[in-house]
């Protein structure tokens, strides 16, 4: 059975430029949320998330310009049960470099508030995953200059407010790059990311690491491909006996 076309929405930013959509996500009455990155008049990039309902009629348009009034990216998206939007990504800072921003809408569209990570290494933090625990914690997770290390993961527990809790940072064997794109959850509040890493007489494999509910490293699984070669991990997902599994090329 052939599948049939319900609609289309198109949007079109303030700089008549090109924008491009990362992130998806559906809430329980039919809505959709899109998120990504769209130019502004002034010719560079901002967050722009898009509600739709469930007919492809735009319901609003939220976005979000950095301090640095130059290239804001988003590549994440989430919802909490209370109808609020999160969006993470890549945002240059004032006297930064990129860093990790994340941004609460409520239902309506109207910013609550935005947390941002500046890495050690004040340059390039990119964001590149988001996920919601029960309690209305979020987790970004993506990679992030160090000092004295190149690019590591980093994961950000924000408390409901926008409070940073903690940041752990996973520096690969080869103590080069390390770029986490997906997080995962699980019942007991450990947290699951994963990504490519650098090794240590490999090229890049696979690196999924597993923290507990305070951000400290439970293990670390590094799978290196037949082909020694560059081996990235973009999506993780978890059964209900605790099983984790990962996959990418």
């Not at 933090?125 to 000092?147: E, K, P, R």
């Not at 059964?239 to 990418?248: L, R």
């Amino acid at each position: 059975m052939k599948s049939k076309e319900q609609w289309v929405a198109r949007y079109n930013g303030p700089g008549n430029w090109w924008d491009c959509a990362y992130a998806i996500a559906l809430d329980n009455s039919g809505n959709i949320y899109v998120t990504g990155e769209s130019y502004d008049s002034d010719t560079w990039p901002d967050y722009a998330t898009v509600k739709y309902d469930s007919s492809g009629v735009e319901q609003w348009v939220a976005r979000y310009n950095g301090p640095g009034d130059s290239y804001d990216r988003a590549h994440a998206i989430a919802l909490d049960n209370s109808g609020n939007i999160y969006v993470t990504g890549q945002s240059i800072g004032s006297g930064t470099n990129y860093d990790y921003a994340t941004v609460k809408y409520d239902s309506s569209g109207v910013e609550q508030w935005v947390a941002r990570y500046n890495g050690p290494g004040n340059s390039w933090d990119y964001a590149y995953a988001i996920a919601l625990d029960n309690s209305g914690n979020i987790y970004v997770t993506g990679y992030s200059g160090g000092s004295g290390t190149y690019e590591d993961y980093a994961t950000v527990k924000y408390d409901s407010s926008g409070v940073e809790q903690w940041v752990a940072r996973y520096n690969g064997p080869g103590n080069d790059w390390d770029r986490a794109y997906a997080i995962a959850l699980d019942n007991s509040g450990n947290i699951y990311v994963t990504g490519g890493s650098r090794g240590s007489g490999t090229y890049v494999d696979y690196a999924t690491v597993k923290y507990d509910s305070s951000g400290v490293e439970q293990w670390v699984a590094r799978c290196n491909g037949p082909g020694d070669s560059l081996d990235y991990a973009y999506a993780i997902a978890l059964d209900n006996s605790g099983n984790v599994y990962v996959t990418g090329g």
